[in-house]
């Protein structure tokens, strides 16, 4: 058997493109073969066929329809593939011989542009690494938006640094320029850490790389290298739709709040600690934005908080003006809802990738900015301002929008009329054509009727065109001009040299409008390009609008307060009845118990807080973080009042699991968390520590705790919330001026306790593990059995280190007189006019309901 022309020309493009699968178009399918087949038939589940391929006999063969190759090769791209799309360059009609064709793009996670395929709340990154002179160079972008970053890591001493930026950004794809090992290191953390990123070496080339004009601005040369690799990479993959960029920041920041991976997660600031989702998170709480730009903005925010204090006190000021005008905001929020994601649309217009939908949603959005300039035009706020300056109408692309694209149209190419009727005389005439066809056609039938008497009718199909069919029950003889062109059972079908003539004139009408149509659009938005980096600048505006405005929102809708922003120099954290916003909210109807909290660089840089498990202390700590950082987003928080000088970063050791893929225990994994706290954190540090030392025998564990509090009150002086439950850790304080105890108040009657939830000045005596496992419905013998345990070890004089005896708790007595403590305290700070009549008798009910108890 000879071989076949179509498969050779297959394995030739497929040679080029050994890491993709080469999605190679047939007609109305794009079909795969060989190994290509076999993967893309188990990973999409379609059904593995063979194609015959001459000497090679049948060769694997799988295919999807054209028109909806791009659900599958989503699903591609999520499982971490890169797919090649190889077009018919020529019209196969007109081809002479075999159809040229060629790939035309290599679509990858980091450049996929559909519009369903990427999600709207969130970035698509895409990062370049470069390893030279002993640093990582990274530049990170996202293309779909036309934004980028780019940030510098000394190799050896910040490596931890770069790959928790990693993790923080969760980038799709990496594209390396590295060296062997930390090349291997990569892969390993990606496959561990950042899930399906697709991991890909940088190819080889002697060339350097031109950086994009944008980049021009930086001083570093290898950070304009990196951007150049970037670009020719894009350039392979993207071809002729390259997009460009339009702004471009260094990730790492002096005005900005460093929050890390880990902490991110135990904070539950954009990902809940369960899933990864945002569930459940602070993002979530806050988000009241309507357009997809203003939430992937307000993402960032809440990942990279600010620590300058005018940024900070900018976006209050933006929040309180829309607090303050309540109706101006619902305005503002109406339309708002009424923003398509202008970012984006630019992006694929750039790329070459739109649809006709896009260019009416890119006018709808122009026909709402007037009105939003309008609503701001009397804004009294600087940052509203300037984002409302920021902002231009676009009248020329708006007029050429509206005078070319049909709103009545399905807003897809494949089915046509997405040009407006009036836009061009020549495309109306050609349409006139083709509309015209159908009465004509009926016209044509009834003449044929009464001229020859025959019951006829006209039809179409794409093999033999129009024709008139004359059933066998009405077969009589017809007139010479008819011509049979094809024989059915029931009937015959013939064309008349007029009905021929009809059929070239229509067919080629259809033709020329599909084509004329397709190069207006073209033209269309060659003429919007010139236009879209302005109108980025627009987008960006909006997007900050849009999360002023949310926060605002957020701010009504749980009675936030604007905390007072202090120099950092003056180093203080005050909060008085602070709430955590989370917890607070999935309690629902349970009141959430508020707590005050101070923390400077005077009396009181570290709290030591004892109690017992589930007493909630945890969240606490974390609800101090919390409310630290909606401060430094500039957003209002959950309390009577505050007062924060900006931190310069927070650290957390909350929870700790065993790190099976490197063989590292519980506490391994936690020492090494406090190694890298205890190196990094600063004076302007917040630092959170929870439970040190549980992961090795008590005595060890009590020691490195101690050690661990002597370490930072002597070394770092950082802002610290150490919660333990080695309540002999307590004397620390009579040792230090700047320590404090601070402990859970409990309410014990019998064998019983009550966690009051309240945190106040004392310390705890006893641990409550037993009590704690008694709620948790151990069985009462076992808990009989450690009662007894617990006598023994405490009445024994002990072997080894003896704590000193702990001061006695001020927080906990037996009796009313301790449990009366947080209800004057709490009735005392109460706002009983900020109360609503309802909120008023859920307190009252519950305070009395305790005191009843308490008897």
């Not at 190799?155 to 060296?179: H, I, R």
Request: glycine letters at 6%.
């Amino acid at each position: 058997m000879a071989k076949t022309p179509l498969m050779d020309q297959y394995k030739e493009i497929k040679e080029g493109y050994k890491d993709c699968l080469l999605f190679y178009r047939l007609g109305d399918f794009y079909e795969l073969f060989y190994d290509d087949a076999y993967t893309a038939s188990h990973e999409l589940e379609l059904t593995l066929t063979g194609k015959n391929a001459g000497a090679e006999g049948r060769v694997p063969m799988c295919g999807v329809p054209y028109h909806a190759a791009e659900v599958y090769i989503y699903r591609l791209i999520q499982k971490g593939y890169k797919v090649a799309i190889c077009e018919q360059l020529e019209d196969p009609k007109k081809a002479k011989g075999l159809v040229k064709r060629d790939v035309i793009r290599v679509i990858t996670p980091g450049t996929i542009l559909f519009e369903n395929a990427i999600a709207d709340k969130s970035n698509n990154y895409l990062a370049c690494l470069l390893e030279k002179d002993k640093k990582i160079h990274m530049v990170l972008c996202d293309i779909s938006t036309g934004e980028s970053w780019w940030g510098i890591w000394n190799l050896k001493k910040e490596q931890d640094d770069f790959l928790d930026v990693l993790s923080v950004y969760n980038p799709a794809e990496l594209v390396c320029g590295v060296s062997d090992d930390f090349y291997r290191q990569l892969t390993s953390f990606c496959s561990s850490r950042l899930g399906s990123c697709l991991v890909t070496r940088m190819p080889e080339t002697d060339e350097t790389c031109k950086a994009p004009s944008i980049a021009e601005s930086i001083e570093d040369e290898n950070v304009r290298m990196a951007f150049g690799y970037l670009a020719d990479y894009l350039q392979n993959v993207m071809r002729d739709n390259l997009p460009e960029f339009h702004s471009v920041q260094p990730i790492r920041e002096d005005h900005t709040l460093i929050l890390s991976d880990q902490c991110i997660r135990n904070l539950e600031i954009t990902r809940n600690m369960r899933d990864g989702g945002r569930r459940g998170t602070l993002l979530e709480l806050l988000d009241h934005t309507h357009t997809a730009m203003g939430a992937r903005l307000l993402r960032r925010w809440l990942e990279r908080p600010l620590v300058d204090v005018n940024g900070i006190i900018l976006r209050q000021d933006g929040i309180e003006e829309l607090t303050n005008h309540a109706m101006e905001l619902t305005q503002l929020e109406e339309l708002l809802s009424q923003v398509f994601d202008f970012e984006r649309i630019l992006g694929r217009i750039e790329a070459n990738v739109t649809s006709p939908k896009d260019l009416l949603a890119l006018k709808a959005t122009l026909k709402i900015v007037p009105q939003i300039k309008n609503l701001l035009a009397s804004s009294s706020s600087v940052i509203l301002k300037k984002l409302n300056g920021q902002m231009k109408v676009h009248e020329a692309v708006f007029d050429l929008l509206d005078r070319a694209m049909n709103e009545n149209g399905t807003g897809n190419i494949k089915d046509g009329k997405y040009i407006k009727k009036g836009f061009s005389e020549e495309l109306d005439e050609i349409r006139s054509l083709s509309e015209d066809s159908q009465e004509y056609i009926a016209k044509l039938e009834e003449e044929e009727k009464e001229k020859t008497g025959i019951k006829l009718k006209i039809g179409f199909n794409n093999v033999f065109g129009y024709y008139f069919e004359i059933s066998n029950a009405n077969k009589i003889p017809v007139p010479e001009y008819y011509v049979r062109k094809q024989t059915l059972v029931n009937a015959e079908r013939y064309i008349t040299p007029e009905l021929k003539e009809f059929e070239a004139k229509a067919l080629s009408a259809k033709e020329k409008t599909e084509e004329l149509e397709l190069k207006i659009y073209q033209m269309v938005k060659a003429e919007i390009r010139p236009e879209i980096p302005d109108m980025q600048r627009t987008a960006s505006a909006l997007a900050g609008i849009d999360c002023i405005a949310s926060l605002a929102r957020a701010a009504l809708k749980d009675r936030y307060v604007r905390p007072q922003i202090l120099p950092q120099k003056e180093g203080r954290i005050s909060i008085s009845d602070g709430r955590h916003p989370m917890v607070e909210h999935a309690l629902n109807h349970e009141m959430f118990v508020p707590n005050d909290t101070e923390l400077n660089h005077d009396n009181q840089e570290i709290l030591v807080i004892t109690g017992p498990n589930m007493a909630g202390k945890s969240t606490y700590m974390r609800q101090v973080a919390v409310l630290t950082i909606m401060a430094q987003i500039g957003s209002f928080i959950p309390a009577k009042s505050g007062m924060f000088s900006p931190v310069d970063r927070i650290f957390t050791r909350i929870g700790a699991t065993d790190d099976i893929s490197t063989g590292q225990s519980t506490f391994m994994v936690e020492m090494q968390e406090v190694s890298y706290i205890l190196r990094n954190a600063t004076r302007n540090s917040l630092i959170l520590l929870d439970e040190i030392g549980r992961g090795t025998s008590t005595y060890d564990g009590m020691s490195i705790a101690r050690a661990v509090v002597e370490y930072i009150d002597q070394k770092i002086h950082g802002f610290t919330l150490f919660a333990t439950h080695y309540h002999e850790l307590s004397d620390m304080a009579d040792g230090s001026s700047k320590i404090k105890n601070y402990t859970v108040t409990v309410k014990e009657r019998g064998k019983d306790v009550m966690f009051l939830r309240r945190i106040v000045p004392g310390c705890a005596d006893r641990s409550y593990g037993i009590h704690v496992a008694r709620l948790a419905g151990l069985p009462e013998s076992l808990l009989k059995r450690a009662d007894d345990i617990l006598e023994g070890l405490e009445g024994s004089d002990g072997k080894g280190y003896h704590a000193p005896s702990a001061p006695s708790n001020e927080a906990r007595e037996t009796g009313f007189d301790l449990f009366a403590s947080p209800i004057i305290n709490e009735l005392a700070d109460l706002d009983v006019m900020s109360k609503t009549p309802i909120e008023a008798m859920e307190i009252l009910f519950r305070l009395s309901k305790e005191a009843k108890e308490s008897r």
